[in-house]
């Protein structure tokens, strides 16, 4: 497994940007896909993207396509999740995961991101 750390979380107007940071540390870990999450209050939690090990394949969900976007930096061992043209509805506790295998094993302890009207 690895260790991960979000940062970057804030209170922001509707229309703005945001850039969340995933660091990760522990043995391997650029041989990791990293995915981000988010849970809104009384809300399941929500797949939002991933990248795979490499940096060069991003997947996303339909509700951020477009707007979101997910990128990887091997050397500093972060991913970054660019989230532009910000909605009330973004509002959630943003995590990142990691996976080897089928499923996300190792996970941070989220950032909150509050999108104002």
Same mark, same amino acid.
């Given at each position: 497994?690895?260790?991960l750390?979000e940062?970057?979380?804030a209170?922001?107007?509707?229309?703005?940007?945001?850039?969340?940071?995933? %660091?990760? *540390?522990? &043995?391997?870990?650029? %041989?990791?896909?990293?995915?981000?999450?988010?849970? #809104?209050?009384?809300?399941?939690?929500?797949?939002?993207g991933?990248?795979?090990? *490499? =940096? +060069? &394949? %991003?997947?996303?969900? $339909?509700?951020?396509? =477009?707007?979101? @976007?997910?990128s &990887? $930096?091997?050397?500093?061992? @972060?991913?970054?999740?660019?989230? +532009?043209?910000?909605?009330?509805? +973004? %509002? #959630?506790?943003?995590?990142? #995961? #990691? &996976?080897?295998?089928?499923?996300? $094993?190792?996970?941070?302890? =989220?950032?909150q991101? @509050?999108?104002?009207?």
């Amino acid at each position: 497994q690895v260790q991960l750390a979000e940062s970057g979380g804030a209170q922001v107007q509707a229309g703005e940007s945001l850039r969340l940071s995933c %660091t990760a *540390s522990g &043995r391997a870990v650029s %041989t990791y896909a990293v995915g981000w999450f988010r849970q #809104a209050p009384g809300k399941e939690r929500e797949f939002v993207g991933q990248v795979n090990w *490499s =940096g +060069d &394949r %991003t997947v996303y969900s $339909d509700s951020v396509k =477009g707007r979101f @976007t997910i990128s &990887r $930096d091997k050397v500093k061992n @972060t991913v970054f999740l660019q989230m +532009d043209n910000l909605r009330p509805e +973004d %509002t #959630a506790v943003y995590y990142c #995961a #990691a &996976r080897r295998g089928v499923e996300f $094993d190792s996970w941070g302890q =989220g950032t909150q991101v @509050t999108v104002s009207s």
